[in-house]
């Protein structure tokens, strides 16, 4: 694992709230917004900028941890700004503090959690 970042770094994301991404079950939309599940996937992404710049060629990320507390939604068609920033980095593992806008409106707080992993041992763990 690369030590290229420190606390306090940055990563930016931005994304477009489309039609597959609205809340739904069973293919049943329930409300015209950004669902939690799409929402957690672009979150993902933005602390993954990180991660594809740290990790080698024989190592790749694995979640460790994400929380979501939405603040306000995001509806179809809006533009979403995901801002990650580091919030530490030890025992190969990542924590970035997360924020999400729409415009100056705050979409929703959170933190995620990525270990940076051999590949042979990533395989390993998925064998049992």
Request: net charge negative; proline share 2%; charged share 35%.
């Amino acid at each position: 694992m690369k030590d290229i970042f420190k606390i306090g770094d940055e990563k930016e994301h931005r994304f477009s709230v489309r039609p597959e991404d609205i809340a739904a079950f069973d293919g049943v939309p329930v409300h015209q917004v950004c669902s939690t599940f799409a929402l957690a996937r672009e979150i993902e992404w933005s602390s993954r900028l990180f991660v594809l710049e740290m990790k080698s060629e024989y190592e790749e990320g694995v979640g460790t941890m994400l929380l979501i507390e939405h603040k306000s939604p995001a509806l179809l068609g809006e533009s979403v700004l995901i801002r990650a920033e580091v919030k530490s980095i030890g025992d190969n593992e990542l924590i970035c503090s997360i924020e999400v806008k729409v415009e100056d409106r705050i979409i929703a707080v959170g933190e995620t959690g990525q270990k940076i992993l051999k590949k042979d041992k990533i395989n390993k763990l998925f064998e049992r």
